[in-house]
């Protein structure tokens, strides 16, 4: 690697200041500390630093994510196979997913990655690694048929609106992947529900077998058609219609797995939300006056887009609770919400996106009350 | 038995490094020099009592605080003053003086603290130089001779990397740190805490001390940090000071009185994976560290440190060893190009998060480097701070408190009851490589200019 050393050495003074491309600087920090960790050492403070920079923290959540993009990959190409009445092998099915989603995964990092690099370059920053994450999560969130001009939109929003006004990533209120999903919820409800989005192809309508539904299991269980419920093993597994990496339980639980052994995600949150959504399934299920209440509760943790919810989009660091107790009353009422704006809400199949965003919103304020107890702790200790 | 009190959060960084309980008399140092900026709270530019030339005696005046000009800070070493070395704005960084290996020394008043009164006790503490051992918090300043604290907490052993082990250093003192223990007594009508490491028997010079109140402590660094002690024994609150001395320093106390001298002789952990024979050796304070480093430190570039890792002070291959300090860490300079290290498996890495492999080998000794691995960020991840602050404290909020100088919140969050050895392990593992103890510092300043 030395000779990528020295061409970075040499190429690097045009990017300094009073070089050529002086103008470029962030984009060529940013490209330069991909490649290398930098040569700063420490000058105050702690001599040694924790080998954990945020590149590695960024890094293992999208590490955490791959099982549910191979596994949406596959399941995009078995859905629309089925819905064409086609046999294929497991590869095939993957091959045809693969080719799907990967353009919308380039778009959503194109244009959010394009957006930051020129941020970072007009404020003088260094470029953050954010959105590495979201631009990896946005793919996921959505119907695998929505038109890659509508994902560019709907990045560009997120990013520019939901963060960079704020100050960047670290700043922001509001998830950026999930004011993405809910910018095109609200622009574009034509592309984002239904029965016919989540598969591709059945939009068009070609070659699609007599009868078949693409319907989610909640859109089903919404309509009270509980004879059309896949089998809980196969909401598990996730071979069922829905957005392209919210489907697998299974995939999502390894992703639970990695980022709460690495410590990265709070399991804190990932545990009260679950709780939260059980809580408001069983309210349901004591008060029920229509089927979709007496469904088992813990159906509603395999159903839509809860337990991708509660693995990736709760635990963002920066839009959730940032106090440890704060964390605990945030997951909670997220599921709580979710299972309720769900069930009770004809409007939104879905509720989980919408009790997170609101949630965003809440954060904060169950932040306060919280140092608000601790500062009160303290000057009574102080009185006494 | 005083209950053990079990410290859950925090984290033990293993470095290579570890001294040998050996003790090694040192080769007199050449020179010797105090240096103003070891002293918090001290103006940057302290009164010269001397100038180049002068001639010292161990005990000797140096400089003073023109805003408390009863403090005086005295010379370690009898012999010429021969450089006032200064930095940036003219900032005195060090007083430096020649050895003329006489080792004469001003005498002080010497008897049984038990039969002096308040008054003499402190004057012989501020005479003899030996006031500045004693800070207070808030703050971590030195102690104003005028107040009356509420308590006095000695550590009695140091959690930090590589740190000493504080029983063998003060092995065979038990007399002089009774001593000392009675001059303390003498400076607060409260108690005196002793908070020693449940893991180990008491050693018996803490054991057999009278006038003392141990507590026991068990868990990782920092759970010997006299802050996190003080924490969970009775928080500092508003409007009040408590006091606080290394504990190697109440024998330099205690030997004052018994001696009627400043006795600078004391023990120092020489550490880090770059010394070849990492051992203890006798010598002074403030002496310089060239004969300890002599065939003893790896070849190569080289971070020399007064006081620990975490805490310490950068300083040169001559540099001088601290006012506070007992040990002197050498490790490597960090100072180049890792080719994807972001992304590597990282089994030579330390992390207190699970992100590396080398979370698979708990009892792995590590040579941990100067670079700041990674680019600084906005504050990201939460909960981090959390996990290596066993304290009462919201850590990420109060540090925003000071960055946006809300003296209310900042006093609201505690920050009377921290200092930034506290919080050290806090910028240690922060993701966005953020300057936590500077930007304490800065609060600390902020408050006392904002007090008054």
Redesign the interface.
Known sequence: MKSLRKFVDKIKPHFSKGGKFAKLHSTFEAFESFLFVPNEVTTKGSHIRDALDMKRAMSVVVAAAVPALLFGMWNTGYQHNLSIGMEASIWENFVFGFLKVLPIIVVSYVVGLGIEFAVAQIRGHEVNEGFLVSGFLIPLVVPVDVPLWMVATATAFAVIIGKEVFGGTGMNILNPALTARAFLFFAYPAWMSGDTVWIQGLKSGEGIIDGFSGATPLANAAAGLFDNLPSTWEMFLGNIPGSVGETSVIAILIGAVILVATGIGSWKIMFSMVAGGLAMGLLFNAFAVNPFMEIPAWHHLIMGGFAFGAVFMATDPVTAAQTEYGKWIYGFLAGFLAVLIRVINPAYPEGVMLALLLMNVFAPLIDHYVIEANIKKRIRRAKG | MPKVIRIKKGLD?KLKGKPERIIIQAEPSEFYAVKPPDFSGLSPLPKLSVKTGSEVKTGSPLFYDKKKPDILFTSPVSGKIVAVNRGERRRIMEVVIESDNKNEAVTFQKGDPKTMNREEVVNNLLKSGVWPFIRQRPFHIIADPDDNPRAIFISGFDSAPLAPDLDFILNGEAASFQTGVNVLSQLTSGKIHIGVNAVFATAEVFDKTEGVELHKFRGPHPAGNVGVQINHID?V???EQVWTINAQDVIVIGKLFEKGVFNPTRLVALTGSEVINPRYYRTRLGASVKPLFKDNVKEGNN?Y?SGN????S?ISNEGFIGFYDSQV?V?P???????????LP?LK????????FSFLLPNKRYT????????????????QY?KVLPM?I?P??LLKAILVEDIDLME???IYEVA?EDF?LC???????T????ILRSGFELMLKELG
């Open positions: 960084i928080p609150k508003k409007g971070r440190i890792v975490l805490t310490g950068k860490t490790i300079e960090g100072d180049s190009y890792e080719f994807l290290g972001w992304a990282g890495k330390f992390s207190g998060s699970r992100t590396f941990l480097h100067t670079n700041l691995q990674g680019g600084r960020r906005a504050f990201v991840l939460t909960g959390e009462d919201y990420m909020q609201n969050l505690g930034e050290a910028e240690y593992v922060c993701t966005s490589k300057e936590v103890q500077s």
